[in-house]
């Protein structure tokens, strides 16, 4: 399944960016989907997943209460809504997906990933 995140831009510290991340197949819908993202310097970190099946999500410390994750799978699309972005979010940010349902915390859960959409956050 090919993937592509969007929806990245610059926004001053306390605001709101919406990324999408579209998937090529229908099938879309029976992969979970995870965000993750990398600043500059570092290395690629998780953000969040949500599964194929019941829609659970999980998140990250650093983002939890302030990062949402929705799917729509007629739309083949997962949503990351960010808000509360602090200067620290700034970073690109990358759709994976992956038919399991379990260490989707883990980079190596992932078998399909996106190209970055880039968020920068001004103080």
């Known amino acids: 399944v090919q993937l592509q995140a969007s929806g990245g831009g610059l926004v001053q510290a306390g605001g709101s960016l919406r990324l999408s991340c579209a998937a090529s197949?229908?099938?879309?819908?029976?992969?979970?989907v995870g965000w993750f993202r990398r600043a500059p310097g570092k290395e690629r970190e998780f953000v969040g997943a949500?599964?194929?099946?019941?829609?659970?999500?999980l998140y990250a410390d650093s983002v939890k209460s302030r990062f949402i994750i929705s799917r729509d799978n007629a739309k083949n699309t997962v949503y990351l809504q960010m808000n509360s972005l602090k200067p620290e979010d700034t970073a690109v940010y990358y759709c994976?997906?992956?038919?399991?349902?379990?260490?989707?915390?883990?980079?190596?859960?992932?078998?399909?990933w996106g190209r970055g959409t880039k968020v920068t956050v001004s103080s």
């Open positions: 197949e229908r099938t879309f819908s029976s992969y979970a």
């Open positions: 994976a997906a992956t038919p399991l349902s379990f260490d989707l915390g883990r980079r190596q859960s992932y078998n399909n």
């Open positions: 949500i599964t194929w099946n019941d829609g659970r999500t």
